[in-house]
């Protein structure tokens, strides 16, 4: 199944902007308040509650003070959860994330029922410059076990493609790019150019430049039945593209992203979506400014079996 009915969300103590992750991500805007943090958390308990009330199970964990971890809020780039028990740790890019990875985590989610038979810890690729940023760098569709990758300093294509081997899925790699600086330059996470449901993908078709790659993509979401919802350059900068798609225990789906993303779509956009499934959408606004990423940097899907 494509959808988790439980995510697991940090919440977050010393919120803000991170200098080593801003030298690639063109999202992030320093904002010199006092009250960035404060906002943050505002934030993340008001998404928390309007996904909790459409009953979506979260599993919320608070951050630890020490050592400072500015991104903690975004747990999908250092961990995910697979359906076969299998837990996978990535190497991280900024030196000063690689500290979210906590082992008590898994602890606490076992504590709720879920069964982990492996731990694949990638974290040692970290001393090769290799890196591979979870499912901020990867879009997996479970049902045809395919993962889509862009290439970046945060996906290492070797790294992408043994992962794949290993854990069985077949990669589609390509290269998607934003213009930032006057220049093209590489999108530092897959997830904030495209997004892959039950039966729709939302994508920014127009950030992978080379045209072959381009139409690679289209033909393998095509041929897994796919309805290609496309968004523009522009609404990928307002987070149109980092989205995901959850269900609650009941088997209903919603598609969960940020007020920016969801003002940025056009009505026929949203019509198209909204046959799928409902959308759920929160003001994310300072943790977007900041921290460079939206509403699916913050949700780790939990496929893990339960005892």
Same mark, same amino acid.
């Given at each position: 199944?494509?959808?988790? %009915? !439980?995510?697991?969300?940090?919440? +977050?103590?010393?919120?803000?902007?991170?200098?080593?992750?801003?030298?690639?991500?063109?999202?992030q805007i320093e904002q010199h308040n006092s009250d960035v943090q404060e906002k943050a958390l505002q934030e993340f308990k008001t998404?928390?509650?309007?996904?909790?009330?459409?009953?979506?199970?979260?599993?919320? $964990?608070?951050? &630890?003070?020490?050592?400072?971890? +500015? %991104?903690?809020?975004?747990?999908?780039?250092?961990?995910?959860?697979?359906?076969?028990?299998?837990?996978?740790?990535?190497?991280?890019?900024?030196?000063?994330?690689?500290?979210? /990875?906590?082992?008590?985590?898994?602890?606490?989610?076992?504590?709720?029922?879920?069964?982990?038979?492996?731990? $694949?810890?990638?974290?040692?690729?970290?001393?090769?410059?290799?890196?591979?940023?979870?499912?901020?760098?990867?879009?997996?569709?479970?049902?045809?076990?395919?993962?889509?990758?862009?290439?970046?300093?945060?996906?290492?294509?070797?790294?992408?493609?043994?992962?794949?081997?290993?854990?069985?899925?077949?990669?589609?790699?390509?290269?998607?790019?934003?213009?930032?600086?006057?220049?093209?330059?590489?999108?530092?996470?897959?997830?904030?150019?495209?997004?892959?449901?039950?039966?729709?993908?939302?994508?920014?078709? %127009?950030?992978?430049?080379?045209?072959?790659?381009?139409?690679? @993509?289209?033909?393998?979401?095509?041929?897994?039945?796919? =309805? $290609?919802?496309?968004?523009?350059?522009?609404?990928?900068?307002?987070?149109?593209?980092?989205?995901?798609?959850?269900?609650?225990?009941?088997?209903? &789906?919603?598609? @969960?992203?940020? =007020? !920016?993303?969801?003002?940025?779509?056009?009505?026929?956009?949203? %019509? /198209?979506?909204?046959?799928?499934? =409902?959308? $759920?959408?929160?003001?994310?606004?300072?943790?977007? !400014?900041?921290?460079?990423?939206?509403?699916?940097?913050?949700?780790?899907?939990?496929?893990?079996?339960?005892?």
């Amino acid at each position: 199944m494509q959808t988790s %009915d !439980t995510v697991l969300m940090i919440e +977050p103590v010393a919120f803000g902007y991170n200098a080593e992750t801003a030298e690639n991500n063109y999202f992030q805007i320093e904002q010199h308040n006092s009250d960035v943090q404060e906002k943050a958390l505002q934030e993340f308990k008001t998404f928390v509650e309007k996904i909790t009330n459409k009953g979506i199970n979260v599993i919320t $964990i608070k951050d &630890t003070p020490e050592p400072r971890k +500015p %991104d903690s809020i975004f747990p999908n780039n250092w961990v995910s959860f697979h359906r076969d028990g299998k837990v996978v740790l990535y190497p991280m890019f900024a030196p000063n994330r690689r500290t979210e /990875r906590r082992l008590d985590i898994l602890d606490t989610i076992k504590s709720k029922g879920f069964e982990i038979s492996e731990i $694949i810890d990638l974290s040692k690729f970290e001393a090769e410059g290799k890196f591979l940023e979870g499912t901020g760098s990867m879009i997996f569709d479970h049902d045809h076990h395919i993962a889509y990758g862009s290439v970046s300093v945060r996906l290492n294509e070797a790294l992408f493609r043994e992962f794949c081997s290993n854990l069985g899925f077949t990669p589609v790699v390509f290269h998607s790019f934003q213009t930032a600086n006057d220049q093209r330059l590489p999108i530092y996470h897959t997830n904030v150019m495209m997004c892959v449901g039950d039966q729709f993908a939302v994508i920014c078709l %127009d950030s992978i430049d080379d045209e072959l790659e381009r139409e690679k @993509v289209q033909e393998v979401l095509k041929s897994t039945g796919k =309805e $290609i919802v496309e968004i523009s350059e522009d609404q990928l900068q307002q987070f149109a593209g980092n989205m995901l798609q959850v269900r609650n225990e009941e088997g209903k &789906t919603f598609l @969960v992203m940020s =007020e !920016t993303a969801y003002r940025s779509l056009t009505q026929e956009q949203i %019509d /198209r979506i909204t046959n799928y499934c =409902e959308i $759920i959408y929160a003001d994310l606004h300072t943790i977007e !400014t900041n921290g460079g990423g939206s509403a699916r940097c913050m949700l780790a899907e939990i496929f893990l079996p339960k005892r």
